[in-house]
């Protein structure tokens, strides 16, 4: 029924050691409505969304459920109460099926008996809303980033809840998934559900929600509001504490003429390149765009060995270079990597903060001092914090604990702080706050202003546009062409389109 108050809660606190997370928070969710839950990384959004699904037991303050005041003490309570989540970090078995994931919660029983086959009919239902299509039985491992949090999703509406959680659900869909899912958020609040939707892309959000509440510093600093009576530079507003600004076009030069640091000379890999021929310049960036598959990424491990070059050549300062592995690409080459699938490949989650930023400069700290000194270490690190703006209560603590978005910085940050020769910085992003995503936007800047050699991957044309001096275009795993780039968002924008759907366009 619309209208009615699913579930509330009142003054909500939540206290981790040295830090806050949730400090008086209020929240009402009423069904047939899409909530946004806004903030910048570190706010809280996470934590308020483990409290209210039984994950985080909360310090203080009430929760409400259709009138009747409840505690929800397990994961397992708020799913039998009708709350159903996609937390951000994933939460698949990799081991098991598709089908065997999205039912895992009820999974259908006969005599007590778990019933594999007839997981697949229901798997199936939930896979077909969201108008995707995959194999039930294969194991999820096997699958792409994006591909697994579509299953998260299917396995959400799989409970068939009343309220709804999805924590960064479109983080690493394509566009076109992403608008899929909001047909399905809009056909469940149709249908009387409230679904509650965290993302940093300000866009999405006054595309599909209906109320919002920001979260800064885990206070609730607007509660539970119609999303139409704000726009989008008061939402920020709220969220960073002062009126925002948008990243500054700096003038850059590039010398053209400089030997390229990298080029690519038709090169064709195992994974189905053909012909890919790129340059990449000190102090200059190269933009990689193209859409979800399209195999940007793909070509970028070829590059680094971690798939097979059949034919053409790498050249590194000017010298053919047959490169094995991440590992020797950093220490021969100088190559740095920060990978799009940071939160498997990017930051150790056992470890403090210091030592994550500091592992790839371990070597060069080691060989500038003979040993390397601790304060060194903490310098170094304490400086990219303080520049990338990373929420932590002290470098010591274990990057496991940071919210999603600083966990990313702190992946950055590592490469950061490597004395790379050349940076490959795949969808750099994707999931961090707007006023962190232009300092660093500033600080590519400062590393190309400095000599750097970068090579960029992202699918936000925008952030393309703005920071890339060359784009290539990629599509189908062939390059389609090359736009240089003059920062006119509209005119750029349109000759990028117009490459990728010219599929017979040559190369200009
Ligand atoms: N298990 C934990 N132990 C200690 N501190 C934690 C833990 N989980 C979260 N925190 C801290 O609580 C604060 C809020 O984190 P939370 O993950 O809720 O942020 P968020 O709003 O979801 O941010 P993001 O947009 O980056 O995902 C952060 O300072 C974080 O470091
Ligand atoms: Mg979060």
Request: hydrophobic content about 40%; aromatic content about 4%; glycine content about 10%.
């Amino acid at each position: 029924m619309t209208g009615t108050v699913l579930l509330e809660c009142d003054d909500l606190v939540k206290v981790f050691p040295g830090v806050r997370a949730l400090d008086g928070v209020g929240l009402r969710l009423t069904a047939g409505t899409v909530h946004a839950l806004l903030g910048e990384n570190g706010a809280g959004k996470s934590t308020l969304i483990k409290v209210l699904t039984g994950v985080h037991s909360p310090d203080g303050g009430t929760l409400t459920w259709c009138g009747q005041q409840v505690q929800l003490r397990s994961p397992l309570e708020a799913t039998r109460t009708g709350i159903g989540v996609v937390h951000q970090e994933r939460n698949l078995i990799p081991g098991f099926s598709v089908a065997e994931n999205i039912t895992l919660q009820h999974p259908p029983s006969h005599y007590g008996l778990i019933d594999r086959q007839a997981m697949t009919a229901p798997a199936l239902a939930c896979l077909a809303e969201l108008g995707v299509d995959l194999d039930p039985h294969q194991p999820v491992r096997e699958l792409s980033v994006a591909q697994q949090q579509l299953v998260e999703i299917a396995k959400a509406l799989h409970t068939e809840s009343r309220v709804l959680l999805l924590d960064e659900p479109t983080a690493s869909l394509s566009p076109q998934e992403a608008e899929h899912l909001f047909e399905v958020v809009r056909r469940l609040a149709g249908q009387g559900a409230c679904v509650v939707f965290v993302s940093h892309k300000l866009e999405e959000v006054f595309a599909v929600c209906d109320t919002v509440t920001v979260l800064r510093d885990g206070r609730s600093v607007l509660e539970s509001a119609p999303l139409a009576e704000h726009t989008h530079d008061d939402i920020v507003g709220l969220m960073v504490g002062r009126a925002h600004t948008a990243t500054e076009l700096r003038p850059r030069t590039v010398d053209r003429s400089a030997t390229p640091t990298l080029v690519l000379d038709a090169v064709s890999t195992a994974g189905g390149h053909r012909d890919i021929s790129l340059e990449v310049r000190p102090g200059e960036i190269v933009g990689l765009y193209g859409l979800v598959g399209a195999g940007r990424s793909e070509l970028v491990k070829a590059v680094l060995g971690l798939d097979r070059i059949t034919g053409g050549e790498v050249r590194v300062h000017g010298t053919p270079a047959r490169i094995t592995s991440p590992r020797q690409a950093l220490h021969e080459f100088g190559i740095g990597y920060v990978t799009e699938n940071r939160k498997e490949e990017g930051v150790f989650l056992e470890q403090p903060v210091v030592r994550n930023i500091t592992v790839t400069v371990w070597q060069r700290l080691a060989k500038a001092f003979g040993f390397v000194s601790a304060r060194e270490e903490r310098d170094t690190a304490q400086d990219l914090v303080d520049r990338l703006g990373i929420r932590v209560s002290g470098l010591q603590q274990n990057a496991g604990e940071l919210s999603g978005g600083n966990q990313q910085k702190v992946s950055l940050a590592k490469w950061l702080a490597a004395d790379t020769k050349l940076l490959v910085i795949d969808e750099p992003t994707v999931g961090v706050d707007v006023r962190t995503k232009r300092a660093f936007h500033e600080l590519i800047w400062d590393l190309a202003a400095d000599g750097l050699p970068i090579l960029l991957i992202s699918s936000d044309l925008a952030e393309m546009v703005t920071l890339a001096d060359r784009i290539v275009v990629m599509t189908d795993h062939r390059v389609r062409g090359e736009v240089d780039n003059d920062h006119d968002y509209d005119r750029v924008s349109g000759r990028v389109i117009r490459l990728i759907h010219d599929r017979d366009a040559v190369r200009s």
